[in-house]
């Protein structure tokens, strides 16, 4: 039987009255629907995930609940302004990327709410990691300080080998960047970023650590995003590692931000220790995946990809595809070359159809 005939059965007979009396949501001429017949039909739509609309919706209030009672006091709103205008950055600053979330549909204090959680997510893998010398000795060696790269980056394989031969011919990189980048973040700095390990796509990090002062790379470098041109403008010089323990440290929190196990892992062990109760039977599997230590539940799926990218999106926005940073997180979409919360980019709030 069709479920939404399902759903007109049950508001018929004695249930008429309790469902008249529900609170109106929409109307058309065709009728009305109600808050009862909206929460009904979000318990029983599945969404691709295998979660219901309201398992997915009612996870992510909870863990967004968890994660604030757990961490609300350790993320100051300083904290939030600040990782909030290091996003902005890339967009020109906060008003610049004020603008461009408004052609979203978004505000400031969407995204903000996405980089509170972003930073408690943070917290959280803080506390379940222990970092080790090992790991910290190891990202040291690989780790290069303020070094400066630049890019163009387009969709097509061949033009991007065309425009290798034109730089090798003495052509101007700005001039090239304003001409065919489609990450339009970057056009006003001719291209430029700093590049931070850890903070991009693997084979565009591997591409440009490879490079000397001033090379380019003779090959395109191929991402998710397209093809990109990669010029060492600047090699950055590097403290003692106890100089650097700090960054280094910071960096190698990053990665874990990236691995979804660990997340899950670590908000897995926040979620068990916040005794849920969830009232409604038909909503019970909302925090299923959460209640055994990982290993102890074979089959258990991992937790829903959006909802991992509701929680790592730092800047609570989309990514376009003319960004070359991903940004947790914050949220969000420009064509980004970040690995990130921020997950890592990004799809924010949307639900799985």
């Given at each position: 039987m069709k479920k939404w005939l399902v759903g007109a059965m049950a508001c018929s007979g004695l249930l008429l009255a309790s469902c008249a009396d529900s609170a109106e949501v929409a109307s058309t001429e065709a009728g009305r629907v109600r808050e009862d017949d909206l929460y009904e039909r979000m318990k029983n739509e599945v969404t691709q995930s295998g979660m219901t609309y309201g398992e997915q919706m009612l996870q992510q209030i909870l863990l967004e609940d968890i994660l604030d009672h757990?961490?609300?006091?350790?993320?100051?709103?300083?904290?939030?302004?600040?990782?909030?205008?290091?996003?902005?950055?890339?967009?020109?600053?906060?008003?610049?990327?004020?603008?461009?979330?408004?052609?979203?549909?978004?505000?400031?204090?969407?995204?903000?709410?996405?980089?509170?959680?972003?930073?408690?997510?943070?917290?959280?893998?803080?506390?379940?990691?222990?970092?080790?010398?090992?790991?910290?000795?190891?990202?040291?060696?690989?780790?290069?300080?303020?070094?400066?790269?630049?890019?163009?980056?387009?969709?097509?394989?061949?033009?991007?080998?065309?425009?290798?031969?034109?730089?090798?011919?003495?052509?101007?990189?700005?001039?090239?960047?304003?001409?065919?980048?489609?990450?339009?973040?970057?056009?006003?700095?001719n291209g430029e970023l700093p590049l931070e390990p850890g903070r991009f796509v693997p084979e565009f990090e591997e591409a440009a650590l490879e490079l000397e002062e001033g090379e380019i790379t003779q090959e395109p470098v191929e991402s998710q995003w397209g093809y990109h041109i990669i010029k060492m403008v600047e090699v950055g010089e590097k403290g003692t590692l106890e100089e650097e323990r700090e960054e280094i440290e910071a960096m190698i929190l990053?990665?874990?931000?990236?691995?979804?196990?660990?997340?899950?892992?670590?908000?897995?062990?926040?979620?068990?220790?916040?005794?849920?109760?969830?009232?409604?039977?038909?909503?019970?599997?909302?925090?299923?995946?959460?209640?055994?230590?990982a290993g102890e539940q074979p089959g258990e799926e991992a937790i829903d990809e959006d909802m991992l990218n509701e929680l790592l999106e730092e800047e609570g926005v989309d990514q376009d595809e003319d960004s070359v940073e991903e940004d947790v997180d914050s949220s969000d979409d420009e064509a980004d070359v970040e690995s990130e919360d921020e997950t890592d980019a990004e799809d924010e709030t949307d639900e799985d159809e």
């Open positions: 757990a961490y609300g006091e350790e993320v100051s709103d300083e904290d939030v302004e600040a990782e909030l205008e290091r996003e902005a950055e890339g967009y020109g600053g906060v008003d610049e990327f004020e603008e461009m979330i408004a052609m979203q549909g978004m505000s400031l204090d969407d995204v903000r709410d996405s980089v509170r959680t972003s930073l408690q997510v943070r917290a959280a893998i803080s506390d379940h990691v222990d970092i080790t010398e090992e790991e910290i000795e190891e990202a040291y060696e690989n780790y290069a300080l303020d070094s400066t790269v630049a890019h163009i980056l387009v969709e097509d394989l061949g033009l991007a080998e065309d425009i290798i031969e034109e730089l090798n011919d003495g052509a101007d990189f700005g001039e090239l960047v304003a001409e065919h980048t489609t990450d339009v973040g970057t056009i006003e700095t990053d990665s874990y931000m990236q691995d979804q196990a660990v997340v899950q892992e670590a908000i897995g062990e926040l979620v068990r220790n916040a005794n849920v109760q969830i009232a409604d039977e038909d909503l019970t599997g909302a925090m299923q995946q959460f209640m055994q230590p």
